[in-house]
């Protein structure tokens, strides 16, 4: 008899942080509002520190000036009855990287 197959979280945990970074207003109530805050906090650091160093180091500097904003946004995302803080967890590297294409792609 053939071994059940365990399905992975990930997939459906991507699909939903790409829907909440792809159409924050789409999103209901405060994880929306705490996602548009860490976006505007990201983007503001990110616009001065690029004027200052290189557009990397800019985005890194915003990741560190946003961190609270960042955690208040996974927080409300574990909050949500399809994620739990494992899969928040897995997915921060993924979205961190996401934001951070974004960041770069912001004209300068």
Do not use: K
Request: proline share 8%.
């Amino acid at each position: 008899m053939p071994q059940p197959r365990i399905l992975s979280p990930v997939p459906l945990l991507m699909a939903v942080l790409l829907v909440a970074t792809a159409c924050p207003a789409e999103a209901s109530g405060d994880t929306a509002t705490r996602h548009a805050l860490w976006r505007d906090c990201l983007a503001r650091n990110f616009r001065i520190q690029s004027v200052l160093t290189a557009r990397d180091l800019a985005a890194d500097a915003a990741f560190r000036a946003c961190r609270a904003p960042e955690e208040a946004y996974l927080a409300a995302l574990t909050g949500s009855p399809l994620l739990d803080d494992e899969d928040v967890a897995r997915a921060r590297p993924l979205l961190a990287g996401r934001i951070r294409a974004w960041l770069i792609s912001i004209p300068g």
